[in-house]
């Protein structure tokens, strides 16, 4: 097939309102800033669009286009890619592009699915509302019959975003053995006891996970909630992130909301124990905010919110480089679609034993430089950087 006869059945097809979703990938040179593309279609205010889904090498950005320019984009980007998966509403399609722009397009199969435009469906989670989870009964989030307490919505929401990254981590974590599992910070739990239930209960994983926490009632209580739900690889320390070197190896560190540089040291931790997958969602980034001398960038650091608020992205990007130099697939992505904190960005890596890319360590020192910025992850990993 020629190409443009593979852009005219595709936008026929997109015009036809037939798409279901699809996958472009395997990009022609490795250099290429945008990895994989993924298309579905989606309603925005009653507006039937297209949402392109890319993803770069550390983050992932949207667009959505109507369907005319979703047509003509998928004309540029292929350009780029020499494989795409297309599911349409009566049949998936295999695209191949040879070096030469020739197109194989084969049906793989006729099915009949529809197009759910997801910004109007009620959303799938993976823990579902209406079936009682013991775990969720036993810390008040459900009732005895399921339903998720009114109060309690958000939280369930939370939860299952968080379980989402735990099915996205699972091909990441070592199947022939006992995972380990560190959770810092760990507070009430409710998020460590959604991931030992997905992981154990659900996914039949052999692991051991740990939560650890400065505050000894609330582990006390833990650990008893832990007991009366038989969850018998899962336990609870008191003890500081700071202090905390029990461990040699770790497969999987989580950190979520722990203040400040308690992050930090935890992610370092995770990096000494050469963990598989590590999920961090920061809070309170104070340390730049006093560092933080660069006169370029007087303008916006006049302004105290504002100096807050840069601090805080500042100190995510700056850890999220680190990961990225000390052999991590990093990407910031969003916990939770409430509200647009910076305790809102989860930091997501996972070890690839890659190493940095030509000019990666000079664009770091340049930017922490500008910024008069000594990171507490820097000096903790000196030694690997
Ligand atoms: C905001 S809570 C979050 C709890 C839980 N991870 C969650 O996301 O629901 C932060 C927790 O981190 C704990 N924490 C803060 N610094 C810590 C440290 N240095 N060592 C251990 N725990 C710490 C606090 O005691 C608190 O329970």
């Not at 669009?49 to 979703?70: G, S, T």
């Not at 004309?75 to 509403?89: I, K, M, N, S, Y």
């Not at 084969?106 to 013991?134: C, F, M």
């Amino acid at each position: 097939m020629e190409l443009q006869t593979m852009h005219a059945q595709l936008a026929e097809r997109l015009g036809g309102r037939e798409l279901v979703s699809a996958t472009i990938s395997q990009p022609r040179l490795k250099s290429n800033d945008i990895k994989r593309i993924k298309l579905k279609p989606v309603n925005i205010k009653n507006e039937y669009r297209i949402q392109f889904e890319y993803q770069h090498e550390h983050v992932l950005k949207h667009e959505n286009l109507p369907i005319d320019e979703a047509a003509a984009k998928l004309e540029t980007v292929f350009g780029d890619f020499r494989q795409a998966l297309f599911q349409f509403t009566e049949e998936k399609v295999q695209i191949q592009l040879s070096k030469k722009f020739k197109v194989s397009w084969k049906i793989e199969g006729t099915t009949t699915k529809t197009a759910e435009l997801s910004h109007n469906r009620k959303k799938q989670y993976l823990l579902e509302d209406g079936v009682a989870y013991p775990f969720l009964v036993r810390l008040g989030v459900q009732s005895e019959d399921g339903k998720v307490k009114k109060q309690k919505y958000d939280k369930f929401r939370q939860i299952n975003r968080f379980i989402e990254f735990i099915d996205d981590a699972l091909e990441h974590l070592p199947k022939d053995r006992t995972v380990r599992i560190l959770d810092f910070g760990s507070g009430k739990s409710y998020l460590t006891f959604a991931l030992y239930h997905y992981l154990r209960i659900e996914k039949g994983l052999d692991l051991r996970v740990t939560g650890l926490d400065l505050k000894k009632e609330v582990i006390e209580e833990c650990q008893k909630i832990a007991d009366d739900l038989q969850y018998g690889q899962l336990e609870f320390l008191v003890g500081d992130i700071n202090d905390y070197n029990e461990e040699s190896a770790v497969d999987m560190v989580v950190t979520l909301h722990a203040c400040d540089t308690a992050t930090d040291m935890a992610l370092s931790r995770a990096v000494k124990w050469n963990a598989s997958v590590i999920l961090s969602v920061p809070c309170c980034q104070h340390e730049l905010n006093s560092q933080i001398d660069a006169p370029e960038l007087g303008l916006m650091l006049q302004h105290g919110l504002i100096k807050e608020r840069f601090s805080a992205l500042a100190t995510d990007s700056i850890r999220a480089e680190i990961l990225s130099l000390v052999g991590y697939e990093t990407q910031l992505m969003e916990f939770i679609d409430l509200e647009n904190t910076p305790k809102n960005i989860l930091i997501r890596a996972y070890k690839t034993g890659k190493k940095p890319a030509a000019g990666q360590w000079d664009r770091y020192k340049a930017f922490t430089q500008l910024l008069s910025a000594e990171p507490f992850l820097e000096n903790e990993l000196r030694h690997l950087l």
